[in-house]
T-cell receptor, first 115, second 112 residues
Framework: NAGVMQNPRHLVRRRGQEARLRCSPM?????VYWYRQLPEEGLKFMVY????????ESGMPKERFSAEFPKEGPSILRIQQVVRGDSAAYFC?????????????FGDGTRLSIL | EDQVTQSPEALRLQEGESSSLNCSYT??????LFWYRQDPGKGPEFLFT???AGEEKEKERLKATLTKKESFLHITAPKPEDSATYLC?????????????FGKGTKLTVNP
């Protein structure tokens, strides 16, 4: 995927540690979305951000999870005090706008494993 | 209640054996229906957007169609490289903002 870049691709953390996932959108895209995917489950929306603003965080757990998309640099999804249930693949997507005529383009994800 | 349901969950085909995947949705006020392809260990790759009933889009061996409550992804004479999980997603307005909801996908395996 020449567009959306996510890193790291794999992240291992012990219970109680913090996980930071980074996402650089496609060039020219200012809309960023984070999703979580569990085995046998569909992609679940977490949060939608534009530069310096959280637009919709209705899918994000109220505790321990936060997201930002600063004026400069990548978008960050932060998970504090990780628990085993946080193990999943986290995908970032970006688009030119939030309207349906501009599809979301995805990165290859970060696979988070909690020991 | 799932808003987007894909069937079957898994499908095995022989090379050259055409078939269809189904995506049904219950949301109202559809803004767009999207098909993606996802390979193992990769992110979803955008294939098509459909906006209104009767619309069709084609790309190589794939053709997507849309009715009022469902979409079909037709695969004609598939090849082993078409093996992947195909995801359907619908975009609609909820609470004043655009929402995109994904189905769980259909895992397609094409045997040579």
């Amino acid at each position: 995927n020449a567009g959306v870049m996510q890193n790291p691709r794999h992240l291992v953390r012990r219970r109680g540690q913090e996980a930071r996932l980074r996402c650089s959108p496609m060039k020219g895209h200012s809309h960023v979305y984070w999703y979580r995917q569990l085995p046998e489950e569909g992609l679940k929306f977490m949060v939608y951000l534009q530069k310096e603003n959280i637009i919709d965080e209705s899918g994000m757990p109220k505790e321990r999870f936060s997201a930002e998309f600063p004026k400069e640099g990548p978008s960050i999804l932060r998970i504090q005090q990780v628990v085993r249930g946080d193990s999943a693949a986290y995908f970032c997507a970006s688009s030119l706008s939030s309207y349906s005529n501009q599809p979301q383009h995805f990165g290859d994800g970060t696979r988070l494993s909690i020991l | 209640e799932d808003q987007v349901t894909q069937s079957p969950e898994a499908l095995r085909l022989q090379e050259g054996e055409s078939s269809s995947l189904n995506c049904s949705y219950t949301v109202s006020g559809l803004r767009g229906l999207f098909w993606y392809r996802q390979d193992p260990g990769k992110g979803p790759e955008f294939l098509f957007t459909l906006y209104s009933a009767g619309e069709e889009k084609e790309k190589e061996r794939l053709k997507a169609t849309l009715t009022k409550k469902e979409s079909f992804l037709h695969i004609t004479a598939p090849k082993p490289e078409d093996s992947a999980t195909y995801l359907c997603a619908v975009q609609f307005i909820q609470g004043g903002s655009e929402k995109l909801v994904f189905g769980k996908g259909t895992k397609l395996t094409v045997n040579p």
